[in-house]
């Protein structure tokens, strides 16, 4: 399968080349060329297929030949080694966990996805590619625990001090070998402009081989395609139209949710939750699209001023604004919203969910308004312990570390501060 800039000016490039290039060298995007639908009886029979069978038949087409088909089964045996239950909360509302991973976030498959696929390609290369990634949060930890221990590749992980929570924090920074932290003083927006100008710098891409581990990279943001497919094969009631509702912050996850249907899974509409920053709202009610500096909230993950991968999703629609409004709802919450809703599903549901998870929830609340009569699914994307400072205030309870939490938090950190662009150069450029 070959990709093509969404910029237009660059050569279209294999996946393994879009792998490891992350952008494009027109600093477009890379989008696959073509897009072809599964058999329908194959997502007729999904529930007789495993989870592995099924992220095959995915992303076969995608990847093309070149990982060996025995590669790329154990590629994704790796990439899946854990569950993604949907859970019930309230009549015709449920919710898809995607949080019982290494880190307890939905990054988890893509990360560990691509850093598999990026270890595969450079098996027999003599000279190390460095990831970097910027991340408002889970996506650190999520590349962290991908990548820890891949060999020829190193990982850098920006990150804006003080802007992640405490499991976040100690998530990126306690791991050590091949993977180095750097605490940014800014905002999630300063780190993603640092990492783009890093990409675009020619003499240091001379000196190194760069690559993002950033949702715009095609083996974090296509595995996603995954959850959607395993939320559907659970689905007792397949008739009824299914509504997915996803808490968005560079629209990654979604996408891949929007591809799914081109792939033929039968998704009646999205909703793209967000929080304060509400520059897909907008600019569905507006048509205009004005990136904005990120607003910080209580679900962090989400503070995106100008979302990376919305541009992929105007592509899914060729670009007619008409055709994306007929499948996309977004709305924007406040934490307060976000607050009342973390404590009715508490109370009310006896459901303990994270920030982004409520947002997700509160999406539904409004679409189901206008839409009475749809089976409506949120993606819950972290577990709540990683917010603990947000959710055990709210609910007013204590929460208990999971395993996966217990084994670092203990841990200490270490990460290098860098306040600019040139001491991110000079750091990878030493390391
Ligand atoms: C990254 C993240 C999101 C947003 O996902 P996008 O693909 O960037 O839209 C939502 N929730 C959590 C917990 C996340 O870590």
Not at 76 to 102: A, M, N, Q, R
Not at 370 to 394: G, R, S
């Amino acid at each position: 399968m070959n990709y093509y800039s969404l910029h237009k000016e660059a050569t279209n490039v294999s996946f393994k080349e879009a792998v490891i290039k992350g952008l494009a060298p027109d600093k477009g995007l890379y989008f696959p060329e073509t897009i072809t639908p599964l058999s329908p009886d194959f997502i007729q029979h999904i529930s007789n297929y495993s989870n592995e069978e099924i992220a095959l038949e995915v992303i076969q087409q995608f990847v093309g030949n070149e990982i060996p088909e025995n590669v790329l089964k154990e590629i994704i045996k790796e990439t899946l080694c854990f569950d993604f239950p949907v859970v019930d909360i309230e009549d015709s509302i449920k919710t898809l966990e995607l949080f019982h991973g290494p880190t307890m976030a939905f990054k988890d498959v893509g990360a560990r996805f691509m850093a598999r696929c990026l270890g595969y390609f450079n098996k027999d290369h003599d000279k190390d590619v460095t990831v970097l990634v910027a991340t408002s949060g889970d996506t650190g930890g999520a590349v962290a625990s991908g990548f820890l221990g891949v060999k020829n590749v190193n990982v850098v992980i920006l990150y804006p001090s003080k802007k992640v929570s405490e499991v976040q924090e100690k998530q990126l920074t306690t791991l050590g070998q091949n993977i180095k932290a750097l605490e940014v003083a800014g905002t999630f927006d300063d780190c993603q402009a640092m990492v783009k100008n890093a990409f675009l710098d020619e003499s240091l891409l001379s000196k190194m081989q760069l690559t993002s581990a950033n949702s715009i990279n095609i083996a974090r943001w296509l595995p996603q395609m995954f959850y959607f497919f395993f939320a559907y094969k659970q689905l007792v009631d397949k008739e009824q139209q299914l509504v997915f509702s996803v808490p968005s912050g560079n629209y990654g996850n979604i996408c891949a949710g929007m591809l799914a249907k081109k792939l033929g899974l039968p998704i009646h509409q999205f909703i793209a939750a967000t929080n304060a920053n509400d520059i897909i709202p907008e600019y569905l009610q507006t048509e205009e699209y004005h990136p904005k500096p990120s607003v910080q909230t209580i679900s962090n993950a989400m503070d995106v001023g100008d979302p990376s991968n919305f541009i992929r999703i105007q592509q899914l629609y060729n670009n007619k604004f008409n055709l994306l409004k007929e499948d996309l709802y977004s709305y924007s919450y406040t934490d307060y919203q976000t607050r009342e809703a973390m404590l009715h599903l508490y109370k009310k549901c006896d459901y303990v969910a994270d920030p982004h998870g409520a947002v997700g929830y509160l999406g539904i609340k409004t679409y189901q308004k206008e839409h009475p009569n749809t089976q409506c699914i949120f993606l819950e994307t972290a577990h709540p312990v990683k917010f603990l400072d947000v959710v055990e205030p709210v609910i007013n309870e204590s929460l208990e570390y999971p395993p996966q939490i217990r084994s670092i938090i203990d841990k200490k950190k270490e990460a290098f501060s860098i306040e600019n662009y040139e001491q991110l150069k000079s750091f990878l450029l030493k390391n």
